[in-house]
């Protein structure tokens, strides 16, 4: 290269940036192209449009990804993209082609290619419409209940009477069996349980017989003495004989008397009380012995006798012969009466003679009652086994449902494996009724009742054989059906429940949202679907793993109070979401991981927020903004129409790269509804470019250049140098504020006292005069971190001892300060301060800084903070260059608000993009003015100034 080229770079690289927007990697932000004739033709075709459209613009492609997604094995789709840009339009007009509410002829029209993926996906949508349940108790495992799913109403009101008929007829047939077959059913015991019962109940009818004669009839004549000495000393002993023939009617009974006859005995009056024939001149002891027989053992006896009779009957003992029980008995009989003879010859030996007391008590005391377990014979459990499997037979035949005739079945099969607990519970249910027929009439007693283990309790088998239906979920049109899930709450999703003990198949009250359509359609929830069904609550517990199994059977299966509940319950799902629900972020490292397994079986769509910027995108952009008008006009009764020059102003708000244009049309719709209102309240009916603009001037806060204009009236910024050591200008506004330059002054102070302990090193000075908010202290914070972190491998002997202190203030701010945005500003400070190296005062800086890697963080109000310096431009005297340095993720948002700018920002200073800290501390030092070299090199050149002022940090306070 020659001198000549040499000295033209060396001219090239002191040209000075021209005030506009820099794009970073290119040399300056180029101007959108005009699009007012493309406008004009657009608004003379709106007029002679005839065809239907889509409701949706630029997104037929994400609708063509859509169809083809539901047409896979897993109809299961979530369309991921930013707010506004047209998801919910998509899926609403996919639901409305499933539902039959638009017919597949019109898609066809107007998206060929997604017509025939849809009829697919209609098709498979009705095999899972009117889809409702029939639950039946589930004997073996009653903590898993699963449902009968049905598609046709006809059928599961046939299966339902089925189904309750059938649950009548298991339950009433083992309530009421040992009822209605008392006669027959056989109980086991062995020879000695049965000796020692026999001998109850012998021991219990003669208790019942002398309580009769004794007690009753004394108390009859309780207040005639001479009677009750009488009768006190009248019977010695009564003995019961067993019939010859046990089938015989009662026993028949021998009597011994002691009969006093003494002057004051009535006995004749004794004799009409016991129910004798007090006309007869004379009474013998036969006679009396008629009389008792008549009166009392049959009375007292018979009732006794026929149950005793009835139940050994019944009796089996295993190894003996069928009439081994009526050998017992005659057996039992003989030695209870030799020992009640035994006993009244005794006493008749006492002396002084006993009382009939002394005779009741001896009685009491030889026997105690005995009532042992029986078990019912196999013969019996057979028997009802029989039974059970008539009833199955009979119910099975008629039923539509195969699932059903498996439940009926499984009811035989439980019992006939559980043959044992049939026994016990048959045979506590033969002693209740035992003990139900001794019980004196008029009493209030328990009905005997077939009770089973079943879920967490015992319950009746005629509340466990009962039948739940849950149907209509569904209503049974032609129509497809579809739901808009708005709350995920489990019980919402999958079931409520009743609040009284049930069984569990019986415990649902109703159907969740999960279940009523064929199409579930999760707009503005999916995010909060994915966390109810993958969080660690009670309700979802497990749920995840078991929603992956439904997404892939169809099956769902959920889980309340350690119960099982499993539904066949196949569906359609569509959802979309701002951000991706199967994605979480590990902290500090900004990994992305799938954390819910959910993705291989969900389809997640990405919704771009921009297309390729063609003729046909801006046409459906123009689209939505007109139709956004009419709307406005239509429902305002007014006469909005829309200047040429303002629709490119709108239109080319959504176009941030010649490239691309933006489909961010809720954006859109929002502003161009506000921009109608202001017009309304303008009194104007025609919307123009400059009405734009004075619009945004008037959404200024009042006297919002009020602080900047004190600046040239009381000195400030204008009194400062060009350049100094820690001293850089950041920006505020704050809602209804003004906006103002924020002087970040930091200064690097010895401590000449070194006895001073504790000395605090960074010390923001405002936060201690309680000039600052929290955000404006955690802002100072972060940028501290991150200065100690650069500093942190340099060997500085001013971080051994105490003996100094750096301050940082805001010069001059006469409001509160707050805000995040300062941070970056106030580490560029910093810097500056160890290092000695002067920044230039016409930079003004906003940003946040990342404590780890110094990165620049997004902020508000960008187009509001570069209005500061653009007035501070026009009220300077020199008219000096200024600069805006702001975040480059800044970059879409502030240059869509340049576009209504009526102050001419772009005309006056220039702004530009940073990305990093040390790219913006290269731009705040590089020059009075920065020129066009000195900005495409920033970032090579920030880096290589940095290690650069680090090392003279470390020659300044390094340890040699």
């Known amino acids: 290269m020659g001198a000549t080229d040499e000295s033209e770079k060396q001219s090239l690289d002191s040209i000075i940036l021209e005030p506009g927007i820099k794009c970073i990697g290119e040399s300056s932000f180029k101007t959108f192209p005009n699009y007012r004739d493309e406008i004009e033709q657009?608004?003379?075709?709106?007029?002679?449009?005839?065809?239907?459209?889509?409701?949706?613009?630029?997104?037929?492609?994400?609708?063509?990804?859509?169809?083809?997604?539901?047409?896979?094995?897993?109809?299961?789709?979530?369309?991921?993209?930013?707010?506004?840009?047209?998801?919910?339009?998509?899926?609403?007009?996919?639901?409305?082609?499933?539902?039959?509410?638009?017919?597949?002829?019109?898609?066809?029209?107007?998206?060929?290619?997604?017509?025939?993926?849809?009829?697919?996906?209609?098709?498979?949508?009705?095999?899972?419409e009117n889809r409702n349940y029939l639950l039946m108790p589930n004997l073996k495992e009653p903590m898993k209940v699963k449902a009968i799913p049905y598609t046709k109403p006809d059928d599961?009101?046939?299966?339902?009477?089925?189904?309750?008929?059938?649950?009548?007829?298991?339950?009433?047939?083992?309530?009421?069996?040992?009822?209605?077959?008392?006669?027959?059913?056989?109980?086991?015991?062995?020879?000695?349980?049965?000796?020692?019962?026999?001998?109850?109940?012998?021991?219990?009818?003669?208790?019942?017989?002398?309580?009769?004669?004794l007690l009753t009839l004394s108390n009859k004549i309780k207040e005639k003495p001479t009677i009750k000495e009488s009768l006190d000393n009248m019977i010695s002993v009564v003995k019961l004989k067993p019939p010859q023939n046990l089938n015989q009617d009662v026993?028949?009974?021998?009597?011994?008397?002691?009969?006093?006859?003494?002057?004051?005995?009535?006995?004749?009056?004794?004799?009409?009380?016991?129910?004798f024939t007090a006309q007869r001149a004379q009474l013998s002891i036969e006679d009396i012995e008629q009389g008792l027989e008549k009166t009392y053992v049959h009375v007292s006896i018979s009732?006794?006798?026929?149950?005793f009779l009835a139940e050994m009957k019944r009796i089996k003992v295993l190894g003996k012969p069928a009439n081994f029980c009526e050998t017992v008995v005659k057996e039992e009989f003989e030695k209870y009466n030799t020992e009640i003879l035994e006993k009244a010859i005794q006493r008749q030996k006492r002396k002084p003679k006993p009382t009939q007391i002394d005779f009741d008590l001896d009685l009491i005391r030889r026997v105690n009652e005995y009532d042992p377990a029986k078990k019912i014979s196999k013969e019996t459990i057979n028997d009802i086994?029989?039974?059970?499997?008539?009833?199955?037979?009979?119910?099975?035949?008629?039923?539509?449902?195969?699932?059903?005739?498996?439940?009926?079945?499984?009811?035989?099969?439980?019992?006939?494996?559980?043959?044992?607990?049939?026994?016990?519970?048959?045979?506590?249910?033969?002693?209740?009724?035992?003990?139900?027929?001794?019980?004196?009439?008029?009493?209030?007693?328990?009905?005997?009742?077939?009770?089973?283990?079943?879920?967490?309790?015992?319950?009746?088998?005629?509340?466990?054989?009962?039948?739940?239906?849950?149907?209509?979920?569904?209503?049974?049109?032609?129509?497809?059906?579809?739901?808009?899930?708005?709350?995920?709450?489990?019980?919402?999703?999958?079931?409520?429940?009743?609040?009284?003990?049930?069984?569990?198949?019986m415990a649902i009250a109703s159907l969740g949202e999960l279940f009523k359509s064929s199409i579930l359609l999760f707009t503005d929830s999916f995010s909060d679907f994915i966390s109810t069904i993958t969080s660690n609550r009670e309700m979802s517990k497990g749920m995840r793993e078991q929603f992956l199994d439904y997404l892939q059977t169809g099956i769902i299966t959920f889980v309340n109070e350690g119960v099982t509940y499993q539904f066949e319950a196949p569906r359609i799902i569509l959802g979309c979401d701002n951000e991706d629900p199967f994605m979480t972020y590990r902290a500090g490292t900004g990994?992305?991981?799938?954390?819910?397994?959910?993705?291989?079986?969900?389809?997640?769509?990405?919704?771009?927020?921009?297309?390729?910027?063609?003729?046909?995108?801006?046409?459906?952009?123009?689209?939505?903004?007109?139709?956004?008008?009419?709307?406005?006009?239509?429902?305002?009764?007014?006469?909005?129409?829309?200047?040429?020059?303002?629709?490119n102003m709108l239109l080319r708000e959504m176009v941030p790269k010649e490239s691309l244009i933006l489909l961010k049309y809720r954006d859109l719709w929002k502003l161009t509804e506000d921009v109608c209102a202001y017009a309304v309240s303008k009194n104007t009916t025609n919307i123009t470019a400059n009405l734009l603009k004075q619009r945004t001037k008037d959404y200024l806060p009042p006297g919002f250049f009020r602080f900047v204009e004190f600046e040239?009236?009381?000195?400030?910024?204008?009194?400062?140098?060009?350049?100094?050591?820690?001293?850089v200008n950041g920006l505020t506004v704050r809602d209804s504020s003004p906006g103002s330059v924020l002087k970040n002054r930091s200064q690097f102070l010895a401590v000449m006292d070194k006895t001073k302990t504790n000395v605090k090193h960074f010390e923001l000075v405002d936060a201690t005069s309680e000039k600052t908010d929290d955000n404006t202290i955690k802002s100072y914070e972060l940028a501290v971190d991150y200065i100690r972190g650069l500093l942190s491998d340099k060997k500085l002997k001013l971080f051994e001892g105490g003996d100094w202190q750096l301050k940082t203030h805001f010069g001059g701010f006469w409001d509160k300060i707050g805000g995040p945005s300062t941070s970056m500003g106030m580490a560029i400070s910093i810097l500056s301060a160890f290092s000695g190296e002067e920044m230039y005062k016409n930079r003004f800086i906003t940003g946040t800084i990342d404590p780890i890697n110094g990165n620049a963080?997004?902020?508000?109000?960008?187009?509001?903070?570069?209005?500061?310096?653009?007035?501070?431009?026009?009220?300077?005297?020199?008219?000096?260059?200024?600069?805006?340095?702001?975040p480059a993720a800044n970059m879409k948002e502030f240059t869509k608000d340049v576009i209504f700018d009526p102050f001419e920002v772009q005309k006056n200073i220039t702004c530009l993009p940073y990305e990093n800290f040390e790219q913006a501390y290269y731009l705040l030092s590089c020059g009075a003015n920065i020129s066009k070299k000195n900005w495409e090199d920033s970032k090579n050149q920030g880096k290589t100034r940095l290690e650069k002022t680090l090392k003279e940090v470390n020659k300044r306070f390094g340890v040699k």
Not at 170 to 180: A, D, E, K, M, W
């Open 857 to 886: 963080g997004i902020i508000g109000g960008t187009y509001h903070k570069s209005l500061i310096p653009m007035r501070l431009k026009e009220l300077s005297p020199d008219n000096e260059k200024m600069y805006f340095l702001f």
């Open 251 to 275: 026993p028949k009974a021998e009597w011994k008397f002691y009969v006093k006859r003494g002057k004051n005995s009535n006995f004749l009056e004794y004799t009409t009380e016991a129910g």
């Open 303 to 307: 009732n006794s006798w026929k149950g």
């Open 385 to 505: 086994m029989s039974e059970i499997k008539t009833v199955v037979d009979e119910f099975t035949k008629p039923a539509k449902n195969d699932e059903l005739k498996n439940q009926m079945l499984s009811v035989y099969e439980f019992f006939n494996t559980e043959k044992n607990l049939l026994k016990i519970v048959m045979g506590t249910m033969l002693r209740e009724i035992e003990n139900m027929e001794k019980t004196p009439p008029g009493k209030l007693i328990k009905q005997p009742s077939f009770d089973l283990p079943h879920g967490v309790s015992y319950l009746a088998i005629d509340d466990i054989m009962s039948v739940n239906l849950l149907a209509d979920y569904a209503a049974p049109t032609k129509r497809i059906s579809w739901s808009k899930i708005v709350d995920t709450d489990p019980q919402t999703l999958f079931c409520s429940y009743n609040e009284l003990q049930l069984p569990p198949h």
């Open 42 to 128: 657009f608004l003379k075709e709106r007029k002679n449009r005839t065809k239907k459209e889509l409701p949706f613009v630029n997104q037929e492609q994400t609708f063509i990804k859509l169809a083809r997604a539901l047409s896979s094995a897993y109809p299961y789709v979530v369309l991921i993209g930013e707010q506004g840009i047209g998801k919910s339009m998509v899926l609403d007009y996919t639901v409305r082609a499933l539902t039959g509410e638009i017919k597949l002829s019109e898609v066809k029209k107007l998206v060929p290619e997604a017509a025939p993926l849809l009829k697919q996906m209609k098709d498979k949508a009705r095999q899972f």
């Open 156 to 213: 599961i009101n046939h299966d339902f009477e089925l189904a309750e008929d059938f649950c009548l007829e298991i339950s009433q047939l083992l309530t009421y069996y040992i009822t209605n077959n008392k006669e027959s059913v056989k109980v086991n015991l062995s020879e000695r349980q049965l000796r020692k019962l026999v001998l109850s109940k012998v021991h219990e009818m003669y208790m019942e017989l002398y309580a009769d004669i």
């Open 712 to 727: 040239t009236e009381h000195g400030g910024y204008f009194d400062m140098p060009a350049k100094a050591v820690g001293h």
């Open 591 to 647: 990994e992305k991981r799938d954390e819910t397994g959910l993705r291989g079986r969900i389809t997640a769509l990405p919704v771009s927020e921009v297309i390729e910027n063609t003729l046909e995108a801006r046409k459906g952009t123009l689209t939505v903004l007109y139709d956004t008008i009419d709307k406005f006009n239509n429902e305002r009764g007014v006469d909005i129409t829309l200047d040429i020059n303002a629709a």
